[in-house]
């Protein structure tokens, strides 16, 4: 049985998160933990289980700011860092989930995600990048972003060509088509506009 307590509240982990990373890369953080949030909400999961879910958006990447310049080494550092705050096995196993299977990170690339949760972080926290981009694209604005056009850019390879359109589409384990998907990403960040630096 999962353990839905959580050792920090959402102010506390943002606080963490910036001991160990820069400024510029919280949008992604909090965004994914948006999104995670609202997709918990989506699949009628509780208030203490949308906690958990934005929380493992939140500090999926925590590490990113000591390896980033030695990339082969995220989510080496993640363990430790989450065990010190106070999180469980399970908690971390499911944060370094998001990694598995990527070329880049040796010590993660041969396992396979297996469970909904991993496969919902996992399409959360790429789906945020899209989303974030095509808001750039429309100067900023997300309040006002459909699915529709949001899918068009899904299907356009060119935009945001780094995004792993596969990953993303990995929602669908959770029994959630692509086109509700892209509602809740939408639907999640907007409701956190101000705090990502858009409107």
């Known amino acids: 049985m999962t353990n839905?307590?959580?050792?920090?509240?959402?102010?506390?982990?943002?606080k963490?998160?910036?001991e160990h990373n820069s400024p510029e890369d919280m949008n992604h953080y909090?965004?994914?933990g948006a999104v995670m949030h609202e997709l918990a909400e989506h699949l009628g999961l509780s208030e203490e289980e949308a906690n958990y879910w934005e929380m493992l958006g939140l500090v999926h990447d925590i590490d990113w700011g000591p390896t980033k310049d030695n990339v082969e080494t995220h989510l080496t550092k993640a363990p430790e860092i989450l065990k010190d705050a106070g999180f469980d096995e399970e908690f971390i196993e499911t944060v370094l989930s998001h990694g598995y299977g990527?070329?880049?990170?040796?010590?993660?690339?041969?396992?396979?995600?297996?469970?909904k949760i991993q496969h919902a972080l996992a399409a959360s926290e790429t789906i945020t990048g899209l989303v974030h981009a095509y808001a750039l694209m429309r100067g900023n604005r997300v309040s006002d972003m459909e699915a529709k056009g949001l899918k068009k850019k899904f299907k356009d390879k060119a935009f945001a060509a780094k995004i792993d359109r596969g990953i993303i589409i990995e929602i669908e384990k959770n029994g959630v088509p692509l086109d509700e998907f892209l509602k809740v990403a939408i639907s999640g960040i907007a409701?956190?506009?101000d705090e990502v630096g858009l409107v």
Do not use: C, G
Request: proline share 6%; aromatic share 6%.
């Open 4 to 14: 839905y307590k959580l050792p920090l509240n959402r102010e506390q982990a943002i």
């Open 16 to 18: 963490l998160l910036l």
């Open 30 to 32: 909090l965004e994914s």
């Open 102 to 115: 990527f070329e880049e990170l040796p010590h993660l690339k041969s396992k396979e995600r297996v469970q």
């Open 191 to 193: 409701k956190i506009k």
